[in-house]
T-cell receptor, first 114, second 115 residues
Framework: GAGVSQSPRYKVAKRGQDVALRCDPI?????LFWYQQALGQGPEFLTY????????KSGLPSDRFFAERPEGSVSTLKIQRTQQEDSAVYLC????????????FGSGTQLSVL | AQKITQTQPGMFVQEKEAVTLDCTYD???????LFWYKQPSSGEMIFLIY??????QNATEGRYSLNFQKARKSANLVISASQLGDSAMYFC????????????FGTGTQLKVEL
C-alpha cells in the first residue's frame, strides 16, 4: 500500500470490553512496531515484529495486551478487559529492513475507554 | 537505557524566521541514530531528518537541519524560513543498534508559527 494504514481510526469501549486494533504496514516492510501515545506525551514502545516473529514485547504494559502478525504482514494489537488507563492513541509503524532506518507511521487508532 | 530530553514544551516563531528546537540524549551505546518527527493535529508522525552517530557532517533535508554536537549529546533541529504549515508537535527520537532499533521518543515541543 501507499502508506501504513490503521483501523479503526477511533474506538470507544466500555471498561471490561476486549478490543482489536489493526495495522496494515507498507507492503514488503519487514519490521513492524506498535507504540502507545498518551495525551500530551511522546510515543512509548510496546512491541516489535520482524516478519512474523515477535522479537521484543518488553513494552507491553500487562498481560492484557497481546499482539500478533501471523503472516508477516498485517498485525493486530488486542487489549483484553480494557481499563480507563488504556485510553491513548495506538500507533503502528513499519520499516523496510531491520537496521537503523526511518519508521513510517500510520495515523493511529484513538482508543477511549469509558 | 536510552533517554531523550526535550525541554521546550512550546515555542513560537514568526513566519519566515528560523527556529531551533532543542534535544539532548543519553546513551552508553556508541552506535545510535537520531531522528526528528513532526506530528500535526491529524496525528500522523512524519519523518523529517536522520543523523547517525558516526556521521561526520550534520544532516540536512531541505529547510530542516540537525545541529549534532556529539560531545554535548545534543541533536537540535533547525527549521529555516518557517511556514504556517510548520505548526505542529515535534518529537526527537533515538534508536540504538540491536533490539530492532526501536525508537525512544522525547516528550515533544509544540511549535506555533505566527504571521
Amino acid at each position: 500500500g501507499a502508506g501504513v494504514s490503521q483501523s479503526p481510526r477511533y474506538k470507544v469501549a466500555k471498561r471490561g470490553q476486549d478490543v482489536a486494533l489493526r495495522c496494515d504496514p507498507i507492503s514488503g516492510h519487514v519490521s513492524l512496531f506498535w507504540y502507545q501515545q498518551a495525551l500530551g506525551q511522546g510515543p512509548e514502545f510496546l512491541t516489535y515484529f520482524q516478519n512474523e516473529a515477535q522479537l521484543d514485547k518488553s513494552g507491553l504494559p500487562s498481560d492484557r495486551f497481546f499482539a500478533e502478525r501471523p503472516e508477516g504482514s498485517v498485525s493486530t494489537l488486542k487489549i483484553q478487559r480494557t481499563q480507563q488507563e488504556d485510553s491513548a492513541v495506538y500507533l503502528c509503524a513499519s520499516r523496510q529492513g531491520s537496521t537503523n532506518e526511518k519508521l513510517f507511521f500510520g495515523s493511529g487508532t484513538q482508543l477511549s475507554v469509558l | 537505557a536510552q533517554k531523550i530530553t526535550q525541554t521546550q514544551p512550546g515555542m513560537f516563531v514568526q513566519e519566515k524566521e528560523a527556529v531551533t528546537l532543542d534535544c539532548t540524549y543519553d546513551t552508553s551505546d556508541p552506535s545510535y541514530g537520531l531522528f526528528w518527527y513532526k506530528q500535526p493535529s491529524s496525528g500522523e508522525m512524519i519523518f523529517l531528518i536522520y543523523q547517525g552517530s558516526y556521521d561526520q557532517q550534520n544532516a540536512t533535508e531541505g529547510r530542516y537541519s540537525l545541529n549534532f554536537q556529539k560531545a554535548r549529546k545534543s541533536a537540535n533541529l533547525v527549521i529555516s524560513a518557517s511556514q504556517l504549515g510548520d505548526s505542529a508537535m515535534y518529537f526527537c527520537a533515538m534508536s540504538v543498534t540491536g533490539g530492532g532499533n526501536k525508537l525512544t521518543f522525547g516528550t515533544g515541543t509544540q511549535l506555533k508559527v505566527e504571521l
